[in-house]
């Protein structure tokens, strides 16, 4: 059966087809719990999670199964006098006991409140502070960064008992759970109040509260049907964590609600467990950032050892994805992937889709979700016609799938009149269609051109010595500014004679004159957010304090 248009379905898009999907009345009151797991727990065989732990013991939980833990947690909660606005925060890796959590906090109508697992006590703190936190769950892996958190909640350990750590844990998770019932009446929300409780990745200054109310749901029913192509025949996993909005929205929220049943692998991400992973689960729909299919790409030599692989398709979202990764993809891998895009304030807003048919654009973030108007502004605030380069921002107006209600704690104004700003500079293709060049402020202006990092680093991958790049703008006396780029090689190409200057030669060659890296610096890693975006703003400040020395 053919797919659907992207035009024909975009034009006669409305929200009211998805609404159809609910339960709930986003109007009379929803409980997101209900939606993404009691709507599914009729059928007693239904799988909502399959996981495996670090130490490689691995098990199914039905969404009924699923149900009756989520209504114990929320027991427990409500014993505690926790519920309708109180922020659960979860310090755990990806196991059942996080999405028993995470469902039993949703249940109760409280919010819950990610925390990933690579954070330190200071990250720990400021947002359990900030967002007033009534509970943290933790393991004792996790648990000695507590002692160094001031103004700590009341604290939950998962463990068989309480001397598995130092200190004393207000409650254990087994004890509470095995003293309640395994029905709880779920607590529905109005569509306007808050089901999450995020905060943006932080990479300059501190990280902004990003309340997620219930109506977001149909937002993360629209990516996951049409953009990931999730199907009920799928064995779905998305790599992503979620003590990150990705890992979150659609590792969790969006293949539940969808009724499919999604995948937790514990264990640390490599090569070899990945692809392991993806033979031994068979796999056939997979989301993962680009730095997981670079990582992947970089260790092709060892797919001969997992001939059982059965991708059926693939998506990948966070950076944008060069389109050497793509090619890599569907020759080894024999599946399309699709680069798609958004933010933790707004979800996924813009997508290559799998099931719609569209003409799809390598290295493009895609075309705007049906819901969404998004548009590019030049300085003025004014939209740019296609071809034109301009900040991406969200026409409120006309997007009744835009949920982002403003920061929390209005930590900033990201709006301006009818538009939400996204920072993100982006060239207009047409037809809501836009291509990424990068972060405001990460364009590069060097003797008047502007030059945008995305396409830099996407050619320096397209040779085979390069793993990974970063490139940014180091101040130079005579154009203001050049173009550096920071190398990470494949360890064949240590010591190879003049690289840095046939990396050069092969941008100039491929993208052009003006925009090739003037200088490369090898290194060994690129610095990282903890959901491993590249941070260029801390390699500016490293160009910058190398033209200071030299001074």
């Known amino acids: 059966m053919g797919k659907t248009s992207y035009d024909a379905f975009a034009e006669t898009f409305s929200i009211d087809q998805i609404l159809q999907e609910f339960r709930g009345d986003f109007n009379d009151g929803l409980n997101v719990c209900e939606e993404i797991c009691d709507r599914h727990a009729q059928d007693p065989e239904r799988v909502g999670l399959r996981y495996e732990r670090a130490d490689g013991t691995a098990g199914d939980i039905t969404f009924a199964d699923l149900q009756k833990e989520a209504a114990r947690f929320a027991g427990f909660l409500d014993s505690q006098g926790i519920g309708r606005g109180d922020r659960v925060a979860c310090l755990l890796p990806r196991t059942p006991e996080l999405l028993i959590c995470v469902l039993g906090t949703l249940r109760v109508g409280a919010v819950y409140q990610p925390l990933f697992t690579a954070f330190g006590s200071g990250a720990i703190e400021y947002r359990l502070q900030k967002a007033q936190t009534k509970l943290i769950v933790t393991n004792p892996e996790q648990w000695p960064k507590l002692a160094d958190v001031k103004g700590l909640p009341k604290t939950m350990l998962v463990a068989d008992g309480r001397n598995a750590v130092d ?148 998506s990948s979202a966070g950076e944008p994805l060069n389109p050497e990764v793509i090619d890599w993809v569907k020759r080894a891998l024999d599946c399309v992937v699709c680069d798609q895009y958004g933010q933790t304030e707004t979800g996924m807003t813009s997508a290559n889709f799998h099931e719609l048919d569209h003409p799809h654009r390598d290295a493009s973030m895609g075309y705007q979700i049906p819901g969404y108007r998004l548009v590019a502004l030049d300085a003025n605030g004014n939209e740019v016609a296609p071809g034109g380069t301009g900040e991406l921002a969200v026409d409120r107006e006309q997007s009744p ?147 200071r020395e030299t001074a």
């Open 167 to 314: 200190g004393e844990p207000d409650f254990l998770f087994g004890e509470e759970m095995a003293r309640q019932a395994d029905t709880f009446e779920p607590v529905r929300l109005g569509s306007e109040e808050p089901a999450l409780q995020m905060f943006t990745s932080g990479t300059t200054g501190k990280s902004k509260g990003v309340s997620v109310p219930v109506r977001a749901l149909p937002a993360f029913w629209m990516y996951m049907r049409y953009a990931v192509g999730l199907r009920q025949s799928d064995n779905f996993w998305n790599v992503a964590d979620p003590g990150w909005a990705y890992g979150l929205y659609y590792a969790i929220i969006g293949p539940l609600l969808l009724g499919c049943t999604t995948h937790f692998n514990e264990a640390g991400f490599t090569a070899e467990n990945t692809f392991e992973f993806l033979r031994k689960y068979r796999i056939t729909n997979l989301a993962a950032a680009p730095t997981a299919y670079r990582l992947l790409k970089a260790n092709e030599s060892l797919l001969k050892d997992y001939p059982e692989i059965n991708l059926r398709v693939a």
């Open 401 to 547: 799938l835009f949920f982002f209600q403003g920061y929390t704690w209005n930590e900033k104004d990201p709006f301006r009149g009818k538009y939400y700003l996204t920072g993100d500079v982006v060239v207009s293709n047409g037809n809501g269609s836009h291509s990424y060049t990068g972060r405001d402020d990460d364009l590069i202006t060097s003797a008047g051109y502007r030059i945008g990092p995305a396409e830099v680093e996407s050619s320096l991958l397209e040779h085979e010595a390069v793993v990974e790049s970063a490139v940014v703008g180091k101040p130079d006396e005579k154009r203001g500014t050049i173009v550096k780029a920071y190398v990470v090689t494949r360890p064949e190409f240590d010591g190879v004679e003049d690289l840095a200057e046939k990396l050069k030669h092969h941008v100039r060659t491929r993208l052009s004159s003006h925009a090739y890296p003037r200088e490369v610096e090898f290194v060994t890693e690129l610095p990282k957010t903890s959901s491993g975006k590249i941070q260029r703003f801390v390699l500016r400040q490293q160009a910058a304090e190398e033209v």
